[in-house]
């Protein structure tokens, strides 16, 4: 087995051809580097390099080798730079999930701003159902979500961002685009989008007719709100769905009016419990905060 150290002085010499080379790079003496080497190849019990015209060449097994050992160096020089952006007040990389429309509005939007101002941050942003952002944040894969409101787990802590409400998206030349808002019974004749039976975004939907005494023809369901607004934007029927990704995406042809009675929505921002909290991450919440606040 080698250690760190003989796999550092191997990697230097891989790197620089040269036992003098992989002296300047770890600033030792090159009788370290070559006894550090000859004591690796004794602990191998095989030659890492052998001298050609009084140049060292690696042996096959070393470039067999050089590949896994560059890879650990590779994850070492992520972790150095990690390191200094953590002193400098900066995270390398925040790991961000939303839910589809968020992802696409208000995330997108308050990414750009906080990017504009912290050019050096990276953000790694997953588009995924409201269940499936919860789930990403309980098991730390990432450290901040953002999905629709729904059961939320002991491991994390939920805080409000915004509020809204479901609309009826229809095209603008729809008899029922020229009001204002649309009633529940108004709905009754036309055939509806909505989101999947399973989904967190139906519950709402579905308590606000079972109240009217209403069973809604719905004639197709899916799984994200686009989805449902482009078949309303072919005439399959009235879409509806959270208003959010039309009032950022401006489809063209496809309007949205209020649902009457209410059907409330709010998006919400998951954490972790035990999760570190960065200066960074606190600060693209605060950019979060502020762009859901601008919202129409």
């Not at 052998?50 to 070492?76: C, H, K, S």
């Not at 729809?174 to 009001?179: D, I, K, M, Y």
């Not at 019974?185 to 009217?212: K, N």
């Not at 719905?218 to 009235?238: D, K, N, P, Q, Y």
């Amino acid at each position: 087995m080698m250690n760190l150290r003989q796999m550092e002085v191997f990697h230097a010499v891989m790197r620089s051809g040269s036992v003098s080379g992989a002296a300047r790079m770890l600033n030792v003496t090159q009788p370290a580097v070559s006894s550090i080497l000859q004591h690796c190849e004794s602990q191998l019990k095989m030659k890492l390099f052998v001298r050609v015209a009084g140049r060292l060449q690696p042996t096959p097994e070393a470039n067999a080798i050089f590949p896994d050992v560059a890879a650990i160096f590779g994850r070492l020089d992520a972790i150095r730079r990690l390191t200094k952006d953590l002193v400098g007040g900066r995270l390398g990389t925040l790991s961000v999930a939303a839910a589809f429309p968020i992802a696409n509005g208000i995330m997108a939007r308050a990414a750009a701003a906080f990017l504009d101002q912290q050019p050096h941050v990276r953000i790694a942003l997953q588009s995924l159902t409201s269940r499936q952002v919860l789930d990403r944040v309980v098991n730390r894969e990432v450290e901040l979500g953002a999905a629709y409101e729904l059961a939320v787990t002991p491991e994390v802590q939920a805080e409000t961002l915004a509020t809204a409400n479901v609309a009826c998206i229809l095209p603008e030349d729809h008899p029922l685009a020229l009001r204002p808002s649309i009633l529940l019974r108004d709905l009754e004749p036309y055939p509806l989008l909505t989101y999947r039976a399973d989904s967190q975004l139906w519950v709402g939907i579905d308590r606000a007719f079972s109240r009217a005494g209403i069973v809604p023809n719905i004639a197709v369901r899916f799984g994200m709100s686009l989805t449902g607004m482009m078949l309303a934007r072919f005439g399959a029927g009235i879409a509806l769905v959270e208003p959010f990704l039309l009032e950022d995406m401006r489809i063209p042809g496809l309007v949205a009016r209020p649902l009457t009675p209410p059907v409330e929505l709010r998006t919400v921002l998951i954490r972790h419990r035990s999760a570190p909290r960065s200066d960074v991450m606190e600060a693209f919440i605060a950019q979060l905060r502020q762009t859901a606040a601008a919202s129409p």
